[in-house]
């Protein structure tokens, strides 16, 4: 079985692959510093309450946009599922080409989201991943990483308005009825929610009439992302694994997943 890792800004998400077939999925925060004992023995006691044995885990692939975790977590893993993780990163096959003006500037997260979405659904492709920061990256129809936007996250927004403005409360990220608020959390949830729909509806139509490309589809990830793609007609489909299927995928380019 292959262990796939993303190591995201507020979550750690993991699936355990048996061949192609997505077995399980768990999580733990990246929020927390962590000894290299304590993420192997996480991961040892997630794994088995997910019904999978740690022995059965024979490969372990990491993508990563937290490098001051990656000492404990790689050697976390090499001591406790006796795995010599692989960390995707520059020079990792990924069947992506990327002709941005820096390269070096793609996290790995976005590689493995563009390697999962253009492999599933093909290409021109526009993937959005709803997770601490919003991105929008453009695949085009020959599989190469064109052009990709930034935005806040709901969350890095929430964050904003309760920690800077003394008289608003931290909320629930939920999506109101209606626009007009007759509350100050409904207020804030219509601005956030209804705010990342609406900069979604525009940077999709901009991006995809810039690129001059037809029939783009247009993909949606990230732990937020559900909660847009059902309010909107701009994103085709929600793929709550995207990520982590991009990550196998780039597994298997490698020569080591070839065996």
């Known amino acids: 079985m292959l262990l796939a890792v993303d190591v995201g800004n507020t979550n750690v998400t993991l699936g355990v692959f048996d061949g192609k077939e997505l077995v399980g999925t768990f999580r733990m925060t990246s929020k927390v510093a962590r000894t290299s004992d304590e993420y192997g023995i996480n991961l040892r006691e997630m794994l088995y309450v997910n ?52 390269p070096q500037e793609i996290g790995a997260d976005r590689i493995v989201d563009a390697v999962g979405a253009y492999e599933t659904y093909g290409g021109p492709v526009l993937v959005l991943d709803f997770g601490t920061a919003t991105t929008y990256d453009l695949v085009g129809p020959n599989g190469a990483f064109e052009a990709g936007v930034t935005a806040p996250g709901i969350r890095i927004s929430a964050k904003a308005l309760w920690e800077d403005a003394a008289k608003l409360p931290e909320i629930a990220i939920e999506k109101p009825d209606k626009v007009l608020a007759k509350n100050t959390i409904t207020s804030m949830q219509v601005g956030l929610v209804y705010g990342q729909i609406g900069a979604t509806e525009y940077l999709v139509k901009h991006m995809i009439e810039e690129s001059g490309y037809e029939n783009v589809k247009v993909v949606a990830t990230g732990g937020l992302g559900r909660l847009i793609a059902e309010s909107t007609d701009s994103i085709d489909v929600y793929d709550p694994n995207l990520t982590l299927e991009g990550i196998r995928l780039i597994y298997e380019k490698q020569d080591h997943g070839k065996k």
Request: hydrophobic fraction near 35%; charge should be positive; charged fraction near 15%.
């Open 51 to 102: 019904g999978v044995e740690p022995q059965n885990i024979h490969d372990v692939i990491i993508a990563s946009v937290v490098p001051k975790e990656m000492h404990s977590l790689t050697n976390g893993v090499r001591k406790y599922l006796h795995c010599e993780p692989f960390v995707i990163g520059a020079g990792t096959k990924t069947g992506i080409k990327i002709v941005t003006g820096n």
